[in-house]
């Protein structure tokens, strides 16, 4: 234990010598998470991990970068550049290209999701240290505002140039993108470890207690509410107008937008630490036991199950003709999307801890302690 621990501080001391500010010159501007893929975590503001690019198995490593610091759980890709908060409170980013460090800020202790970005501005939410909310420009390198008193296990969401922020708490908060001046704040009376979901006027959120609720994104005001009685762990998902919840014990729930009423619901018998995905009759669903079960989304009809070594530790990304899923018994697994069938695996050594993104013909994670890897088509 003790030379684990001198290991650490010896990581920590090399990282902190390393770049000491994140400026990005040609940093691209005008990237609206509502209109992208990537820009936020969970891929999307619907928290729906659906990629609209993909890449044909077989797949191989095209680099993996040990930074000497712990990668959150995701990753913001923009054009050229992939950008992530660290588990020990940094803002980084890195080239798509290559791998190669870009750059680093310290914004507090701990940034577990990445950051997401809005008209030429990163924002970054933090779960421990004194700001939980912090506004940074990597064009001119610097802090544009932070709130403080607000820790947070949630992905920011902006719109209409107002940011939304669900703290650990159970208070969602209303910021101005440029100034951070508060607009409106409302209390959903749970505490939530979780990422909030965004649609048309309907911003979602789903709480340790099973409280679904849904507020109108522009005033806060309460819209409804339905009382689930089980934890809620994974991001509520929005899809052609349904919210799907999945519980700790491993029920999904499927409820309306518009009213919050229970349309429907399926048990899984076992536990669900990770939102669903859905794409179009398709439900995808990584259970704990390690099954990714496939399910109609119309009659609830299980379609097939694939069985891994061990569980989930994330949503997978699914695309057109594929689902990419990372695996913490440090496995890799590509799966045609409509059978099942395994294409592709491939060993880690080290658990992966995001769901992938694709970004300029690559596909890119986040996997234990300190490493992304990036893996590619094989060349022609």
């Not at 003790?2 to 990581?11: E, V």
């Amino acid at each position: 234990m003790l030379r684990r621990h001198g290991q650490f501080l010896l990581s920590l001391l090399v990282f902190s010598a390393g770049c000491t500010n994140l400026k990005i010159v040609d940093f691209p501007q005008h990237l609206n998470p509502l209109n992208q893929n990537f820009l936020t975590a969970h891929v999307n503001y619907h928290r729906n991990a659906v990629g609209d690019q993909e890449l044909s198995p077989p797949l191989v490593q095209r680099w993996r970068r040990n930074y000497v610091f712990f990668p959150g759980e995701g990753l913001c890709g923009a054009e050229k550049n992939i950008y992530l908060g660290t588990g020990n409170g940094y803002l980084a980013a890195a080239r798509v290209s290559d791998g190669k460090l870009l750059g680093k800020k310290s914004l507090g202790e701990a940034c577990a999701l990445p950051p997401t970005l809005y008209e030429g501005i990163l924002y970054q939410s933090l779960e421990g240290g004194n700001t939980g909310l912090v506004a940074y420009d990597p064009r001119e390198g610097k802090i544009l505002w932070h709130v403080p008193g607000i820790l947070s296990k949630s992905s920011p969401l902006v719109k209409d140039r107002k940011v939304f922020l669900l703290n650990q708490d159970g208070v969602v908060q209303c910021h101005n993108f440029l100034t951070g001046d508060l607009i409106w704040s409302k209390a959903i009376d749970t505490q939530a470890h979780n990422s909030p979901a965004l649609d048309e006027n309907y911003l979602i959120t789903a709480g340790l207690n099973g409280k679904v609720s849904a507020l109108e994104y522009t005033s806060g005001v309460l819209i409804w509410e339905n009382s689930i009685n089980d934890a809620i762990l994974a991001d509520p998902v929005i899809h052609e107008g349904c919210v799907y919840v999945a519980t700790y014990h491993g029920t999904l729930y499927l409820l309306d937008m518009k009213t919050g009423i229970t349309l429907d619901s399926l048990n899984f018998d076992n536990p669900v630490y990770y939102a669903p995905v859905i794409d179009g009759s398709m439900i995808f669903m990584p259970c704990s036991n390690g099954q990714l079960i496939a399910v109609n989304r119309h009659s609830l009809d299980i379609d097939w199950k694939f069985q891994s070594e061990g569980p989930w530790g994330s949503s997978p990304l699914v695309t057109a003709n594929y689902i990419y899923a990372a695996n913490l018994d440090e496995k890799f697994y590509i799966l045609d999307k409509k059978s099942g069938e395994l294409l592709q695996q491939i060993q880690l050594g080290g658990r992966p801890r995001s769901t992938p993104i694709i970004i300029d013909k690559k596909l890119i994670f986040c996997c234990e302690n300190t490493t992304i890897v990036a893996y590619g088509q094989e060349d022609k």
